[in-house]
Structures are given as C-alpha cells and as structure tokens.
C-alpha cells in the first residue's frame, strides 16, 4: 500500500502550488527527500514542473543515454518517476491545492516549501481542513523521529526502517561515536606530523653534508616529537588544539622549544610541558 502526499510550494498570497506523489510519502522518505536535494527555490520550480509523479527521487533528470520509463524494471533507481513525462498520462499539471482538496484526498502528507526557503510538512485528516499553523519544519520532524528510535539519522538514507535495522544502527553509531573520540583528532594530528616528518626529511635529502650536519639536532628532534605525538597518550582537545593550530607542527614546536631552558630531548616530561606550553600560548589564535 501506497503512502500517498502532496508536495507544495506557498505562494505570495498563501495559498499552495504543488502535485501529488503516490509513494513513499512518509517523513523519512519524502521529508528526507526533499530536505536533502530539494531546497533550493529554482529546484522546486522544475521539480513541480513535471506535474504529478509516482515516485521523487534524488534527481529530476535521467541519463539521456540509458534507458528511464515509468516500467519498474526500466527505471533510473535515482531519477524521479512522473505520469506525464513517464508514461504520456494527461491533466496531470501543477496546480493551487486548497485545504479542502488536500483534506478530501486519501493524501496522507502534506509537504509544503515556504516563502522563507523553509520545508514543513503535517499529516492529513480526512476530518479537518489543514492551516499553515499545523505545519512543523521538516528538519524537526526527522530529529524528532530519529531520536524517537534512539539513533542519528544515518546519512543519505531514505526510507523506513524496521526494529532490528534500528538496533543494528545504534550498536555501530555507538561503536564509531567510541571510535571518532578515540582516533579523530589524535588519528589527524599524527598523520599530519607524519607527512611534515616526511616532508622535512625529503628536504633533508636535497641537501649538502654540512648542511645536515648542522641541522642534526633539529632532525633528532623533529623524529622525537613525532615519535612523542603517536605513541604518548595526548587527550582529545590537545590533539585537536595543535591539528587547528594553522602551523607547521613540527617547526613551530621546535621553535617554542628554542624559548625554553634546559629542555631535554627524550625526557617525556619536557615533552608534556612543551606541548601543553604550545597549546596554552596559541589558546586564542586556535
């Protein structure tokens, strides 16, 4: 069975312009939907455009050189499928939706593009007229959904999802919430200091004897820091307080090093105070 919605945008005078789309016209479908790739005044012009459709999807247009009809079975799966274009279906034209149309049609959605740029939507009673004031943004209502099901809206999906989907997804979202507050900013910032390294050594290369010999200590450093950095536990706002630092890591440690007396290369202690130093002297411009 069909979930059966109009698809809407106001008008200067209030009233709605739209069409009717016969499937999948529950919030997470159509709502996500329209939210993701239709909210853009011109977009819902040339979406309304095509009149009444069977399907939306992400895109208005198919491929001209593959094969796109109203057969199920010859479908561009991303592309819209609509009565006129898709299958020569007639007097199925845009047109202005009055509250008493929208509430006498077996529509169960009402989808509606305001004159703010704004998506809100309502479900239809067969008992009462709908008014502008029942319609909530469509972005509250899938946060409101999702987090009814205990999870984030998984991105780019559209649809409905059973119970046992639902546990899936919470049981990974935990697990890759746990993992992006383990690796995200610590992850970056050792492979940001990885390349520099890398970077620093391949300029190394390019250069005299004597001029790596003068620079020794600096390489003996800039190995040690990097060695610190991906093998030393560093809390999260360190981490991401150098990676946003806007600085070469490496050199700017060293010349912060240069400040300071008796620093000792190898000694985790002078590491710490180093980093946190740095951290604390570049707090504003982070």
């Known amino acids: 069975m069909s979930t059966r919605s109009f698809i809407c945008k106001e008008q200067t005078d209030g009233s709605y312009y739209g069409i ?3 499937s999948d ?14 909210s853009d005044a011109q977009k819902v012009d040339e979406l309304l455009s ?40 007639k007097e199925t034209s ?16 009402l989808y509606v593009f305001g004159k703010d740029g704004v998506w809100r939507y309502c ?28 999870i984030r809206r998984p991105k780019n999906f559209y649809g409905y999802l059973c119970d046992s989907e639902i546990a899936e ?11 992006d507050y383990d690796l995200s900013a610590h992850e970056n910032l050792i492979q940001k200091v990885k390349s520099e390294l890398e970077e620093f050594k391949d300029d190394m290369l390019a250069k005299s004897p004597t001029e790596i010999y003068n620079e020794a200590s600096k390489i003996r450093f800039y190995e040690y820091m990097a060695d610190y950095i991906e093998l ?21 440690l060293w010349d912060k090093m240069l400040d300071m007396d008796g620093f000792n290369i190898g000694n985790v202690e002078d590491a ?7 951290v604390s002297d570049n707090a504003e411009q982070m």
């Not at 845009?94 to 959605?109: G, H, N, Q, V």
């Not at 502008?132 to 946060?143: A, R």
Request: net charge negative; glycine share 6%; charged share 30%.
């Open 20 to 22: 009717y789309c016969h």
């Open 25 to 38: 016209g529950y919030l997470t479908y159509n709502g996500a939907m329209l939210l993701d790739h239709y």
């Open 50 to 89: 095509f009149g009444d459709m069977s399907i939306l999807r992400e895109k208005i247009h198919p491929d001209p050189t593959k094969e796109h009809s109203f057969d199920y079975d010859k479908q561009q799966r991303d592309v819209c499928v609509f009565y006129g274009r898709d299958r020569g279906e």
């Open 94 to 109: 845009a047109r202005i939706l009055t509250p008493e149309m929208i509430k006498d049609s077996w529509c169960e959605y």
């Open 123 to 150: 479900e239809i009673s067969s008992e009462v007229e709908p008014k502008s004031e029942d319609l909530i943004s469509v972005q509250s209502g899938l946060n409101h959904e999702y987090k009814q099901m205990g």
């Open 169 to 179: 997804i919470r049981i990974m979202q935990e697990v890759f919430d746990e993992y």
């Open 232 to 252: 030393e536990e560093i809390d999260e706002d360190k981490s991401e307080a150098l990676c946003k630092s806007g600085k070469h890591i490496l050199g700017a």
């Open 272 to 278: 710490d105070m180093l980093i946190d130093t740095f």
